[in-house]
Nanobody, 122 residues
Framework: QVQLVESGGGSVQPGGSLRLSCAAS?????IGWFQQAPGKEREGVAA????????YYADSVKGRFTISQDSTKKTVYLQMNSLKPEDTAMYYC??????????????????WGQGTQVTVSS
């Protein structure tokens, strides 16, 4: 059983930045970030292969968000720049131990963190 712990959420003004962290308790093949705004379905934001390489970015965050990792710490980061009010959501990290599951569909991830809130507002 892999445990995931997120941190780094908070409140920021439009145009600001935040960095989310997701620490895994064990090895995985892929870690992804998802966002869920109130009243909306959970959507994939970005994912990274823990062996190296970015799997994808959602179109809505390309050029603004960067996913990266520190393999020695089993930690994945989501650097969020130029934040917009529409980025406001609960952000979850998720992990899969099956490489081909790495992508934007939440049903393919076996393990989930508890979520961290990101609020972008003036």
């Amino acid at each position: 059983q892999v445990q995931l712990v997120e941190s780094g959420g908070g409140s920021v003004q439009p145009g600001g930045s935040l960095r989310l962290s997701c620490a895994a308790s064990d090895d995985t093949r892929c870690i992804g970030w998802f966002q869920q705004a109130p009243g909306k379905e959970r959507e994939g934001v970005a994912a990274i292969y823990t062996g190296g390489g970015v799997a994808y970015y959602a179109d809505s965050v390309k050029g603004r968000f960067t996913i990266s990792q520190d393999s020695t710490k089993k930690t994945v980061y989501l650097q969020m720049n130029s934040l917009k009010p529409e980025d406001t959501a609960m952000y979850y990290c998720a992990a899969t131990v099956i490489t081909r599951n790495c992508g934007p569909l939440d049903r393919y991830y076996e393990y989930w963190g508890q979520g961290t809130q990101v609020t972008v507002s003036s």
